[in-house]
């Protein structure tokens, strides 16, 4: 069993990087929730998402677009957003409490 190293809700790790673009497989309304994260285009932190879309299946290209992705989804106060981070997080090996 691998122990997942625990934060607070909402506080990205400042180790988190990815290796490879990060693919998920979403339903509809899910979808939805992502797209309005990423169509926020420029944000005040002067990042962009960078992802790709094939139908249901999305991908965040690179670190720095999930560290954007992440921290938009928390700062958005919408549940099923922070529902898709949480997810996200704990795949990548870490836990939000």
């Known amino acids: 069993m691998t122990t997942r190293q625990a934060f607070s809700w909402g506080e990205i790790p ?3 990087e990815i290796d490879e ?10 979808l ?3 797209a309005a994260i990423v169509n926020q285009g420029i944000d005040s932190h002067l990042e962009a998402v960078f992802t790709t879309q094939d139908g249901p299946v999305v ?5 720095a677009s999930m560290r954007c992705f992440l921290r938009r989804c928390v700062e958005s106060g919408d549940e099923m957003a922070g ?4 997810c996200i997080v704990e795949s990548l090996g870490y836990e939000w409490i």
């Not at 673009?21 to 899910?30: D, G, S």
């Not at 529902?83 to 949480?86: E, I, V």
Request: glycine share 0%; aromatic share 12%; proline share 4%.
């Open 59 to 63: 991908t965040i290209k690179d670190t």
């Open 83 to 86: 529902d898709m981070a949480s």
């Open 14 to 16: 400042e180790d988190l």
């Open 32 to 34: 939805k929730a992502f």
């Open 21 to 30: 673009p990060f693919e998920m497989c979403l339903n509809k309304q899910y």
